[in-house]
Each structure stands twice: as C-alpha cells, then as structure tokens.
C-alpha cells in the first residue's frame, strides 16, 4: 500500500501533534556537560537544552522550555534522533536538515522521523521555530556561552 500525498501530511501532523503533546526527554538534566540557551525572538519559542557527552558522543539529550508546537515536536524529535551519535554526525545531521527545510535534502540522506518537519519549508518564519532546538545544540556542542538566537 502506498501513501497519498494527502495521508502522507496527516501523518506527519500526527507525529508533530503527538511530540507536542507528550514531548520526550523533556526534562532538567542533573550533572549535564553542556547547557545551552535558545530564544526564538519572531515567535516567542524559548528552550533549554542539556547535553551528556561520553568520548564525543552524545549519550544523553534533554530540554526544557516553551513554543509553539512546531518548536516542541522539533526539540523532541532532535533528542531522540542525536542520542548515541559523535558530536560530528550531529552537526552534519544539522546541516542536512537545515538543508530540508530551506532549501534541498541531500540526496540518498535518511531523516527519520525528522522528516516530518519538511513541511514547513513552505511557511518560512516556521523554520526557525523548526531549527531553534538545532541551533540551540549546535552552541551547547562547540561551547559557545551566548544564547543561540535564529536571526
Ligand atoms: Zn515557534
């Protein structure tokens, strides 16, 4: 069976529904290596990310904070998609779907469940809400101390 356009976009709202809605690892993180501000001044998107790192691998991802529903889903879905990658995967990972939404994914790339973020290509103030939680771990991941804005 395969899936219409138009099932394929409520699945992905779906998705996007269900990780607003109970968020995964969306907590504090005790003893976390890295924390890092986001702000997302266009929307009024604002989290907290928390990053455990073992030799260079992300071994554990949380936030905290509060959007809209696409900046929500879009940290969940981050969290759980970097866990037990090096830190160099994530950032090419970033780039890549930085790419998704702005411009073209990199052919034969396999995004998961990040997928469903695609869609807000087409609503461009959305893909800030969409990258501030990238943005936000990309900081916490070279150490920067200022709060990542989307501008
Ligand atoms: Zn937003």
Not at 46 to 73: E, N
Not at 138 to 150: C, E, M, R, S, V
Request: aromatic share 6%; charged share 25%; hydrophobic share 40%.
């Amino acid at each position: 069976m395969s899936l219409s356009r138009g099932d394929l976009r409520e699945l992905y709202q779906e998705v996007i529904f269900d990780h607003n809605r109970s968020p995964r690892n969306f907590h504090e993180m005790e003893h976390p290596d890295r924390v890092a501000e986001g702000h997302n001044p266009l929307c009024g998107d604002q989290l907290t990310l928390y990053v455990r790192l073992d030799k260079g691998v992300v071994a554990d991802a949380s936030f905290v904070g509060h959007g809209c529903a696409i900046s929500t889903a879009s940290a969940s879905l981050m969290t759980e998609a970097v866990k037990g990658h090096t830190v160099e995967e994530v950032e090419a990972l970033f780039r890549d779907f930085h790419a998704l939404l702005t411009d073209a994914a990199p052919p034969g790339r396999d995004f998961g469940k990040l997928e469903v973020l695609a869609g807000v290509k087409e609503f461009p103030v959305r893909v800030k809400c969409a990258t501030l939680a990238w943005h936000t771990l990309h900081n916490a991941l070279i150490g920067a101390g200022d709060p990542a804005k989307t501008e």
